[in-house]
């Protein structure tokens, strides 16, 4: 079991971008589906809690 887990900037910055990435071909596949736009926000993570 890990006892010291540290997420850095770098690691907070690299699932936000996942996220990002995902969200966004999740918004174009269900435009596609629904054959209208779809517009989505992001979420704001600040200090490991969604805004």
Known sequence: MINNLTI???HLDILKEI??????NA???LSTLLRKK????????KNGFIR
Do not use: K
């Open 27 to 29: 918004a174009t596949a």
């Open 38 to 45: 779809v517009r989505y926000e992001y979420p704001r993570c």
């Open 8 to 10: 850095t900037n770098l």
């Open 19 to 24: 996220g990002n990435i995902g969200a966004g």
